[in-house]
């Protein structure tokens, strides 16, 4: 027994009690609401953290989405601005509980569904950070290929050694490797650190995207024939352009579903709001929509070159260096470019999954768990998950994960109905970290309102997604019409609910919060907004007591 309890004592997380970074089976360090030391991000981190989720293969055969649906070139581009300006628009919103009281989605979630039954949408949030980590991994693994190809061409023809059960190649699987061993280290990096790579990052592959598309069209001198495609829907497709439209932004929501509803993970690391908003919407938008463009215009001028449209980067770099045999010229330029997509492939991953599993893992064993050790099970679980047998068999699998939207949006109507209509954007930090008299245990650690707004919010639209993901030749129109819309139908079908059960069953006192700041969270300035009152501000009160004093606020300040 003496040794079991020295190894538990081992392995358990101690936080600095003097900074109230206390741990227990709801909080640790990386849980509490962040002390301003610990907000170091300015406009350019998360300029930085967009621009890496947006330079990526998927954003850059984003348009080839939609025009193999027969769209045009100009109502492509159109679905992608639109998509957008309201993945900006929503992410705002979602972040905003993390920009002021400085909490992220795993805590933010135990004053909509209870305690205990945050564990819902958290469980939801850990199982997709572990399938997206691995099918991340597999895809900057071929990028990483193409890079040892540019080096030692031969690489490209080596020898397949794995068995035939093994729906993959020695190539594929020696680039997997690669990328997971290379992106081990950045994972003890926390958050607070990421401004150098951001930095670094964003500018190489950014301009490393520019190049290749200046590249290409004096190459090719001038655009190829994908620029000019008109709207062709094919007459069996049985959609005209306003649903296919509509089924665009639909999708381009969903496909960002998930960064949206753990916003305030991130958000939370800001130096102020004015940081987030202008980083956001800067890079959301315009470097989102730029990666795209650029992607179209390559892929059109590369068309004139070789023939063939090749939209997938990986697939294009290997014929411009001709599987390896071409000139050192082209295997050098073949080399770089790769290179900027894995390392934004890299930290897009880990930002967006391994980072983001390991603060929900935290928030699952707040006694053993931290942001890194989080984000090491995370990435461990890739060789459990195995991504090659994914990308390569269970392409429903994958279809599938790609509509999960369709129950995040209705959690995403929850979290904004409950912040903004019900609590008015006010949160009693001290009782989201106990479940004795906490206002937030509910009944039995669970809001039952929560329980059937959800399940509305995705009702109408699964069955669109099975249709969709089976292939019916001739599914029910309606049910497909309610899936093109799905991410609008769920957040607002489940927020008005939530709203309508709280009304005919309310919650008193929903719009309390402390009157003392327990964590020592806020600046001065944010204190005296607030109407809260510093630590610093009341000399010779300990944690314990401040927290035993603070009382329900009645006075309903109109402060925010």
């Not at 992608?80 to 979602?94: E, N, P, Q």
């Not at 068995?163 to 607070?192: C, D, H, K, N, Q």
């Not at 195995?386 to 699998?397: G, H, K, V, Y």
Request: with cysteine.
């Amino acid at each position: 027994m003496a040794l079991k309890h020295r190894v538990v004592e081992n392995i358990r997380l101690h936080g600095d009690e003097a900074q109230h970074e206390q741990t227990d089976s709801w909080s640790n360090r990386d849980l509490i609401p962040l002390p301003p030391s610990r907000r170091t991000w300015g406009w350019f981190h998360f300029f930085g953290f967009w621009a890496i989720s947006s330079l990526n293969i998927s954003n850059w055969q984003t348009p080839n989405t939609f025009l193999t649906r027969g769209l045009s070139v100009g109502q492509s581009m159109m679905i992608i601005v639109l998509g957008r300006l309201l993945i900006a628009m929503f992410s705002t919103l979602i972040a905003w509980c993390g920009l002021e009281w400085h909490i992220g989605f795993t805590v933010q979630n135990r004053y909509t569904w209870g305690m205990r039954a945050s564990y819902i949408p958290l469980l939801q949030r850990i199982l997709l950070n572990f399938i997206w980590n691995a099918v991340q991994c597999w895809n900057g693994g071929r990028l990483v290929a193409v890079c040892v190809t540019a080096i030692w061409p031969s690489f490209a023809r080596i020898r397949n050694t794995l068995p035939a059960s093994m729906p993959t190649t020695t190539y594929e699987f020696i680039g997997f490797v690669i990328f997971w061993f290379l992106s081990t280290p950045f994972l003890w990096i926390r958050p607070e650190k990421f401004k150098l790579p951001f930095q670094v990052i964003s500018i190489y592959c950014g301009l490393g995207m520019l190049c290749w598309m200046i590249w290409a069209l004096a190459r090719a001198k001038g655009v190829g024939l994908l620029w000019d495609t008109e709207e062709n829907i094919p007459a069996a497709s049985g959609w005209n352009s306003s649903w296919l439209i509509m089924s665009g932004i639909n999708q381009m929501l969903g496909g960002i579903a998930a960064g949206i509803t753990n916003g305030s993970d991130f958000s939370r690391y800001a130096q102020g709001p004015k940081h987030y908003v202008a980083g956001t919407i800067s890079s959301a938008l315009v470097t989102g929509t730029m990666v795209s463009f650029v992607g179209l215009v390559t892929a059109s001028a590369c068309q004139k070159i070789y023939g063939q449209v090749y939209w997938n980067p990986p697939d294009l770099l290997m014929v411009m260096m001709d599987n390896g045999n071409g000139s050192s010229k082209s295997r050098a330029g073949v080399f770089f470019l790769s290179a900027g997509f894995a390392l934004t492939g890299m930290f897009e991953n880990i930002c967006g999954n391994a980072v983001a599993g390991g603060i929900d893992l935290a928030g699952l064993f707040p006694r053993y768990i931290d942001i890194r050790r989080g984000a090491m099970i995370t990435f461990v679980a890739a060789w459990v998950v195995q991504p090659w047998q994914l990308i390569n068999r269970a392409t429903t699998f994958i279809a599938v994960l790609s509509s999960f939207s369709v129950f995040l949006a209705p959690i995403i109507g929850l979290m904004a109905c409950d912040y903004y209509i019900l609590r008015k954007r006010k949160v009693r930090l001290s009782h989201l970290y106990r479940t004795e008299d906490s206002c937030y245990y509910f009944w039995h650690g669970l809001n039952w309102r929560a329980i059937p707004a959800w399940l509305c919010g995705w009702a109408p639209t699964v069955g669109g997604l099975v249709v969709n993901v089976r292939g019916d030749f001739n599914p029910p129109r309606a049910l497909v019409q309610l899936y093109y819309m799905a991410f609008f139908i769920g957040f607002f079908t489940s927020a008005t609910i939530f709203l309508i059960l709280n009304k005919l069953f309310p919650v008193h006192d929903m719009d309390q919060y402390d009157d003392i700041d327990v964590y020592g969270t806020f600046t001065e300035a944010e204190a005296r907004k607030l109407g809260v009152i510093r630590l610093d501000d009341s000399p010779g009160m300990a944690i314990d007591e401040s927290v035993e004093s603070v009382t329900v606020n009645d006075r309903r300040k109109e402060k925010f």
